[in-house]
């Protein structure tokens, strides 16, 4: 079966420090991947999804990044943290196109920029 | 892009009674509609989707439906729960790109016992 793995689930770093969160996914072949944010109280707000290696597709410019470098790996990055970072991160997975059975999403990573 | 609408932003209802948690969107050629349930600190799941080709789905007390001319669907969970407080999302595709979801502000629930 597929599993999805997030970590860490907790990070506090301070402003200016840089960010790694990696995210992996065990099962399945070619998945789209996807990281997405959740302000406190609010929606989810989807920040970068990839389709393949090396394929990366940025929804909102900001001082974040993605990569994949492999084919079940998704990191996020910054290099300098801002205050308005802080959130829950959380990356999701799902089949290829055509697929339409929505999102598995990992367990999440809570941030807080201080 | 796609502009996903959701309400009410909270919801309180009586163990036993109904909740029925509204979503419109602008992009007519959606055709994809997920619901998540996200308990507190946890993951979003999905509960249950529909797609455009389909008005209505049941899963046991969850059910959806599906206005494409009004571009809107909504959840219904009939015979509320305690377990099923949580905060619901409702998301819709960007056309038939299963790649990308636009999800509503959320609404959560209280079931009070």
């Known amino acids: 079966s597929q599993t999805i793995h997030q970590w860490p689930a907790t990070l506090v770093q301070p402003v200016g420090s840089p960010l790694s969160l990696e995210c992996t996914v065990e099962?399945?072949?070619?998945?789209?991947l996807y990281w997405y944010r959740q302000a406190a109280g609010r929606g989810l707000q989807l920040l970068f999804y990839?389709?393949?290696?090396?394929?990366i597709s940025s929804e909102v410019p900001q001082n974040l990044s993605a990569s994949r470098p492999q084919d079940r790996q998704f990191i996020l990055s910054s290099k300098k943290l801002l205050l308005s970072d802080s959130g829950f991160y959380l990356c999701?997975?799902?089949?290829?196109?055509?697929?339409?059975?929505?999102?598995?999403f990992g367990s999440g990573t809570r941030l807080t920029v201080v | 892009g796609e502009n996903v609408e959701q309400h009410p932003s909270t919801l309180s209802v009586q163990e036993g009674d109904s909740a029925v948690i509204k979503c419109t969107y602008s992009d007519s050629a959606s055709n994809y509609f997920p619901w998540y349930k996200q308990e507190l600190g946890k993951r979003p799941q999905l509960i249950i989707d529909i797609r455009s080709n389909v008005g209505e789905k049941k899963d046991q007390r969850i059910a959806v439906t599906l206005n494409k001319t009004a571009k809107h669907f909504s959840l219904h969970i009939t015979e509320t729960q305690p377990e099923d407080s949580a905060v619901y999302f409702c998301?819709?595709?960007?056309?038939?790109?299963?790649?990308?979801?636009?999800f509503g502000s959320g609404t959560k629930l209280n079931v009070k016992p």
């Open positions: 998301a819709a595709s960007e056309g038939d790109n299963f790649n990308k979801f636009y």
């Open positions: 990839s389709v393949g290696i090396g394929q």
């Open positions: 099962g399945t072949s070619n998945p789209n």
């Open positions: 999701a997975w799902s089949v290829g196109q055509g697929g339409g059975y929505g999102y598995t």
